[in-house]
């Protein structure tokens, strides 16, 4: 009874925190909000799904140690960022120049197969490339398990509720923004949101390249 009411309390305790950090605005909504600009709603839930899926190698990751390793090497770690930044940034430069540079109407197509693993792809890596969710998941998953505990059971469990809470928060932002959008029909405002979602993923590039341990 004691051991359940424990569990409980961490559970609740490890969601609160997590629920939190998950409804920050950072790269993972910029991404949903582009791939919904440019492939619709459908494209909106599958890189949620691909980034929410992320979160389970930043906690097998953390359960084997790995991200230690990774927090204390200066190189690996500088070099993890820097391809995270590098890949953020890409994606804003090509958001942008289909904003400047598509003809009208052409913004919005229909997703195909290839499109929905690519949106799939785009979310993982956005955060399976962040070094800083690897530190949030070494930092913080620790405080929630006891020396008896399996470690690695423990921590796919807790990223089991981080993944349940940035499932739901994600699915419902590319729902609603897809909502918004569908109503924002005219080409120079589609323009205009895909440029703003562009430049969005550049600064979240720029800000992860500079930002330090």
């Known amino acids: 009874m004691l051991f359940g009411t424990w569990l409980d309390q961490q559970l609740v305790a490890f969601a609160v925190v997590a629920g939190v950090l998950t409804v920050i605005p950072g790269a993972d909504m910029a991404l949903v909000a582009h791939s919904v600009l440019s492939r619709r709603r459908r494209a909106g839930y599958v890189t949620s799904v691909g980034a929410c899926t992320g979160l389970w190698v930043h906690a097998m990751a ?6 230690a390793i990774l927090m204390t090497s200066a190189e690996l770690f500088s070099a993890v960022k820097a391809a995270g930044a590098l890949y953020l940034v890409v994606l804003g430069v090509l958001s942008l120049r289909r904003a400047l540079t598509s003809a009208p109407g052409a ?3 229909t997703a195909t197969s290839q499109d929905t693993r ?3 792809v785009r979310g993982f890596l956005s955060n399976v490339l962040n070094p800083k969710v690897a530190l949030f998941y070494l930092t ?3 405080q929630f398990v006891r020396p008896e505990d399996n470690v690695l059971a423990r921590s796919l469990v807790l990223a089991g509720v981080h993944v349940v809470i940035g499932l739901i928060w994600l699915v419902s932002y590319a729902y609603f923004f897809s909502r918004v959008s569908d109503v924002l029909r005219r080409p120079r405002m589609r323009r205009a949101l895909e440029g703003v979602t562009g ?3 550049i600064g979240f590039g720029g ?5 330090r341990r």
Do not use: D, I
């Not at 953390?62 to 991200?67: I, Q």
């Not at 800000?207 to 930002?211: D, M």
């Open 107 to 109: 913004l919005v197509a």
């Open 140 to 142: 913080l998953l620790p």
């Open 62 to 67: 953390s359960a084997l140690g790995l991200s």
């Open 207 to 211: 800000r992860l390249a500079c930002e």
């Open 199 to 201: 430049a969005l993923l």
């Open 118 to 120: 690519r949106a799939f």
